[in-house]
C-alpha cells in the first residue's frame, strides 16, 4: 500500500535551517509528483511547492520562494524540503503529498501524516 | 496568491444536503479544471473527495459531488451523515503554475 513518511521536524531557532524528508513507498515513486502542504496550528491548509515526477519542474509558493528548494531522490524514493532562513511564520505541520500524475495534476491522493515545524527562540 | 473564499461554517441535519461554495478569479477557479476538495477530521490528514472540479477518486461515496460555474466550484454532499462533519477545503491551480487551498470550511452535522 502507498506510504508516505515524513521526518525531520523538529524545534529550531528563527534564521536557521531544516530538512525535511518524505520517504515513500508501496508505489513508482519516479512516475509521480510530489507537493510539499503545510498547515499552522489551529489554521488552514497551506501549499508549498511542488516538483514534477523527473526533478524538471520545481514551482513555490511565494512566501518561501528563494529560501526554500525541494527535491528528489528517485534513486532512494525519497522527497526533500530544504528550508533556510526559517522565520516564525514558518511552523507549522508540513505534510508530503502524492500529485495525481508526473506533477501537473495539483491534487494529491495520498498524504503523509505530517511532520511538525516549531521556529521559535 | 490570495486563498480561495470559502464559508468558514455551514450545518445540516442528518439527510440533508448541503453546498459548500468556494470562490476564486479567472486566474485559477475559473480558469482551470484543476479544482479539488479535500475532507480533514481533526488532527488528521486531509482526504481528496473530488478532483478535477467533479471526478471522485476510487473509495469515495457518491453522496459527495463537484460542480463549477464561472469563479466559484461547489461541493455538495446529499444524505449528510455523522461522519461527514469535518473540515473541507478547495484547491485550484493557479496561471502561476502554483496551487492555492480556500480558508476552510467547518461542516456541523446538527
Known amino acids: 500500500q502507498v506510504q508516505l513518511v515524513e521526518s525531520g521536524g523538529g524545534v529550531v531557532q528563527p534564521g536557521r535551517s531544516l530538512r525535511l524528508s518524505c520517504a515513500a513507498s508501496?508505489?513508482?515513486?519516479?512516475?509521480?509528483?510530489m507537493h510539499w502542504v503545510r498547515q499552522a496550528p489551529g489554521k488552514g491548509l497551506e501549499w508549498v511547492a511542488v516538483i514534477w515526477y523527473d526533478g524538471s519542474h520545481k514551482y513555490y509558493t511565494d512566501s518561501v520562494k528563494g529560501r526554500s528548494t525541494i527535491s528528489r531522490d528517485n534513486s532512494k524514493n525519497t522527497l526533500y524540503l530544504q528550508m533556510n532562513s526559517l522565520r516564525a511564520e514558518d511552523t507549522a505541520v508540513y505534510y508530503c503529498?502524492?500529485?495525481?500524475?508526473?506533477?501537473?495534476?495539483?491534487?494529491?491522493?495520498?498524504w503523509g501524516q505530517g511532520t511538525l515545524v516549531t521556529v521559535s527562540s | 496568491q490570495s486563498a480561495l473564499t470559502q464559508p468558514a461554517s455551514v450545518s445540516g441535519s442528518p439527510g440533508q444536503s448541503i453546498t459548500i461554495s468556494c470562490t476564486g478569479t479567472?486566474?485559477?477557479?475559473?480558469?482551470?479544471?484543476?479544482v479539488s476538495w479535500y475532507q480533514q477530521h481533526p488532527g488528521k490528514a486531509p482526504k481528496l473527495m473530488i478532483y478535477?472540479?467533479?471526478n471522485r477518486p476510487s473509495g469515495v461515496s457518491n453522496r459527495f459531488s463537484g460542480s463549477k460555474s464561472g469563479n466559484t466550484a461547489s461541493l455538495t454532499i446529499s444524505g449528510l451523515q455523522a461522519e461527514d462533519e469535518a473540515d473541507y477545503y478547495c484547491s485550484s491551480y493557479t496561471s502561476s503554475n502554483t496551487l492555492v487551498f480556500g480558508g476552510g470550511t467547518k461542516l456541523t452535522v446538527l
Open positions: 478535477d472540479v467533479s
Open positions: 479567472s486566474s485559477d477557479v475559473g480558469g482551470y479544471i484543476y
Open positions: 508501496g508505489f513508482t515513486f519516479s512516475s509521480y509528483g
Open positions: 503529498a502524492r500529485d495525481l500524475s508526473q506533477g501537473y495534476s495539483y491534487a494529491f491522493d495520498y
